[in-house]
């Protein structure tokens, strides 16, 4: 007995016909409407996105304080802005609590703006470490984070005038002063300090200017002291390059006055208006990135 052969069935199909089988084709229509997903999202980011600004932290509570009366000015120039902070270490909230808190309200994005001078190991290690823990906890979280501070017009102009508000004349030609950071191992950042000081010296008549730092940096307060008396200094005067008081502008405040008679001494930046408008300056440049970047996927 010969074994059957099944014969294949042929169905009448039409040209719009397609396999089962056959990967479907994306439409022109879908296609636009994924673009306008992604263009969409990147306008709620534009909205909505908190800011979040991050300081480093202190055991001393004017630290804090400080931080939180800049955050003040910053929430007064934009009413409409969801304005939260946080602190890398010593100080509540910490960073990633905030960030926690933020995706709990509901919010897909969120933008970082450190309340940093430079970028140095903080800025480098501790925020980026501390987004990506909170990436890692809330994968459809985007979390961006801004530039630091630093270097910009201004944080010397508010420097400055902390300054002028010490009673430092720009006129006096004995007057030797000096600009004090925290002090840093990555050289970098100590230029910043550096370069301010000089741009100081150029505009004033100033027996002389010099940088100085706290820790981990040359010269410390006593040399530039000494420099500066060698420059022809009678009197002195100290300005600040930190946002906040704490240990270590204490630390700069005690030296001064140990090796110099009365010098005069600036207040840090803290709640400067200058400052809180470089706050949202590096917010708003952080989410134009972001929704360009957003609105390029959408459009490929």
Do not use: C
Not at 60 to 85: G, I
Not at 102 to 130: N, Q
Not at 219 to 238: S, T
């Amino acid at each position: 007995m010969s074994t059957p052969v099944s014969t294949p069935v042929l169905l009448n199909r039409t040209p719009g016909d397609r396999d089962a089988n056959q990967p479907r084709e994306t439409s022109k229509r879908e296609i636009g409407r994924d673009a306008n997903t992604t263009a969409n999202r990147g306008e709620a980011v534009r909205l909505t996105a908190p800011l979040v600004a991050v300081a480093h932290g202190s055991r001393d509570p004017r630290s804090a304080a400080t931080v939180h009366a800049l955050l003040d000015v910053v929430r007064a120039m934009r009413p409409d802005l969801d304005v939260r902070v946080a602190f890398l270490d010593l100080s509540a909230p910490r960073l990633g609590d905030v960030l926690s808190a933020v995706h709990g309200d509901g919010h897909s994005d969120a933008v970082v703006v450190p309340l940093l001078l430079g970028r140095a190991f903080h800025a480098r290690v501790d925020v980026p470490a501390a987004v990506a823990d909170a990436q890692l906890r809330y994968p459809r979280f985007q979390v961006h984070i801004s530039d630091v501070l630093g270097p910009d017009p201004r944080l010397d102009a508010a420097a400055w005038r902390r300054l002028a508000e010490a009673g430092a004349p720009a006129d006096d030609p004995e007057l030797g002063v000096i600009l004090a950071g925290a002090g840093s191992s990555h050289a970098p950042a100590n230029r910043l300090v550096s370069a301010v000081a000089a741009r100081w010296q150029a505009k004033t008549s100033w027996a002389g200017t010099s940088e100085a730092f706290a820790a981990a940096a040359d010269p410390d307060v006593p040399a530039a002291i000494e420099a500066l008396r060698a420059r022809g200094a009678r009197r002195f005067a100290v300005g600040s390059w930190f946002l906040a008081p704490g240990l270590l502008p204490d630390r700069i405040s005690a030296l001064a006055r140990e090796h110099a008679p009365q010098p005069l001494i600036a207040a840090p930046m803290a709640d400067d208006a200058g400052v809180a408008d470089l706050v949202l300056q590096r917010y708003a440049e952080t989410l134009a990135a972001t929704t360009s970047a957003l609105q390029l996927s959408a459009a490929l």
